[in-house]
């Protein structure tokens, strides 16, 4: 897997242009060197996603850079890139700007994802509420003993990025744009978030939930080969595509139920539970192209937006935009 985690999008574009100087494959929708800019909490998707495109087509190298949502968007402003995925579509102006520059914009939502929280499993809480996690974000609730009799002391908030897409979505769904409190920190990636809670007894973290096990319970399934993936995905076999590093890290962490203000029932966030809206944390998943029509970023575009894509997703634990409910299931 090719993960580049990176701190400015500035480096990204000098690597980016570096990279283009080698000698390559004459670049064609299936092969080439292309470049995609995502917000980091989507790396569990993106990277199988790639990994399958290569193995099918290997002429083509799909070179990933995972930032902040707010840096994705700005590479495929300035064009370091032409190809994104992030939790939102482009704000018209933006849409405009890039349309009337000649780099038409293609936009498809692929997926429904959700945030998870988690806690520290010596962390007695189970489940909250959204006026709950509200008051705690906004520094008005500040001790785990205001949420009920709890020993884990003041609380402390751990996010991916300060200007990730989980951040973007808690401050517009629970806070209406206000600020988060003090108490509020952001760690550089996902995993950061994980040794953070698993750390901190009081700690509570906010993620994306594919950097979960898709049934939450800590199981391991066997690693499986790109060949094995492949054939599963096509003979529509999606039950054991759950990322290795996601079934080991969650079991050394709890993911708490999360319930609506007027429901006394709380729920986590299972991909039939998203699809319903019982869990009320959930979010789109946008893929964003500029490139032009034959060119490989465009091919890995329509390849995102394509079947196969789509049963990628539904083995990484959230739902796809685009498969039959038949095909979707609560899995415990």
Same mark, same amino acid.
């Given at each position: 897997?090719?993960?580049?985690?990176?701190?400015?999008?500035?480096?990204?574009?000098?690597?980016?242009?570096?990279?283009?100087?080698?000698?390559?494959?004459?670049?064609?929708?299936? *092969? $080439?060197?292309? #470049? @995609? &800019?995502? +917000?980091?909490?989507?790396?569990?998707? =993106?990277?199988?996603?790639? !990994?399958?495109?290569?193995?099918?087509?290997?002429?083509?190298?799909?070179?990933?850079?995972?930032?902040?949502?707010?840096?994705?968007?700005?590479?495929?402003?300035?064009?370091?890139?032409?190809?994104?995925?992030?939790?939102?579509?482009?704000?018209?102006?933006?849409?405009?700007?890039?349309?009337?520059?000649?780099?038409?914009?293609?936009?498809?939502?692929?997926?429904?994802?959700?945030?998870?929280?988690?806690?520290?499993?010596?962390?007695?809480?189970?489940?909250?509420?959204?006026?709950?996690?509200?008051?705690?974000?906004?520094?008005?609730?500040?001790?785990?003993?205001?949420?009920?009799?709890?020993? *884990? $002391?003041?609380? #402390? @908030? &751990?996010? +991916?990025?300060?200007?990730?897409?989980? =951040?973007?979505?808690?401050? !517009?769904?629970?806070?209406?744009?206000?600020?988060?409190?003090?108490?509020?920190?952001?760690?550089?990636?996902?995993?950061?978030?994980?040794?953070?809670?698993?750390?901190?007894?009081?700690?509570?973290?906010?993620?994306?939930?594919?950097?979960?096990?898709?049934?939450?319970?800590?199981?391991?399934?066997?690693?499986?080969?790109?060949?094995?993936?492949?054939?599963?995905?096509?003979?529509?076999?999606?039950?054991?595509?759950?990322?290795?590093?996601?079934?080991?890290?969650?079991?050394?962490?709890?993911?708490?139920?999360?319930?609506?203000?007027?429901?006394?029932?709380?729920?986590?966030?299972?991909?039939?539970?998203?699809?319903?809206?019982?869990?009320?944390?959930?979010?789109?998943?946008?893929?964003?192209?500029?490139?032009?029509?034959?060119?490989?970023?465009?091919?890995?575009?329509?390849?995102?937006?394509?079947?196969?894509?789509?049963?990628?997703?539904?083995?990484?634990?959230?739902?796809?935009?685009?498969?039959?409910?038949?095909?979707?299931?609560?899995?415990?």
């Amino acid at each position: 897997m090719k993960r580049i985690y990176l701190a400015t999008i500035l480096l990204a574009a000098i690597l980016a242009t570096a990279s283009c100087n080698r000698q390559k494959p004459t670049d064609s929708h299936t *092969s $080439g060197l292309a #470049t @995609i &800019v995502c +917000d980091e909490s989507f790396a569990n998707i =993106v990277e199988q996603e790639i !990994d399958v495109f290569e193995y099918t087509y290997p002429q083509a190298s799909i070179v990933s850079y995972y930032v902040d949502e707010t840096s994705a968007i700005d590479s495929l402003k300035v064009g370091a890139t032409s190809l994104i995925v992030a939790s939102h579509e482009l704000p018209a102006d933006l849409t405009n700007y890039l349309n009337s520059h000649d780099r038409r914009v293609h936009s498809q939502k692929i997926a429904v994802d959700a945030i998870a929280v988690i806690a520290n499993n010596e962390n007695p809480i189970e489940e909250l509420s959204l006026a709950e996690l509200r008051d705690i974000l906004l520094g008005k609730v500040t001790d785990w003993n205001e949420i009920s009799p709890n020993k *884990s $002391g003041k609380i #402390t @908030i &751990v996010f +991916d990025h300060q200007g990730s897409g989980t =951040v973007k979505y808690m401050k !517009d769904s629970l806070t209406a744009g206000a600020d988060f409190a003090d108490n509020v920190l952001a760690a550089k990636t996902n995993k950061e978030v994980f040794e953070a809670v698993k750390k901190r007894k009081n700690a509570l973290g906010i993620i994306g939930v594919t950097w979960l096990n898709s049934d939450l319970d800590g199981t391991s399934s066997d690693e499986l080969t790109i060949e094995q993936k492949v054939d599963r995905l096509q003979r529509n076999d999606t039950t054991e595509l759950a990322a290795e590093d996601r079934n080991k890290i969650v079991k050394d962490i709890k993911v708490l139920g999360i319930r609506r203000n007027d429901n006394p029932v709380a729920y986590k966030p299972f991909q039939y539970y998203i699809y319903t809206g019982d869990y009320p944390l959930y979010r789109s998943i946008y893929a964003i192209s500029t490139a032009p029509g034959g060119s490989l970023p465009h091919g890995f575009f329509t390849f995102l937006t394509g079947v196969i894509s789509q049963k990628i997703i539904l083995g990484t634990g959230i739902l796809p935009a685009n498969i039959p409910l038949r095909n979707v299931e609560l899995t415990q």
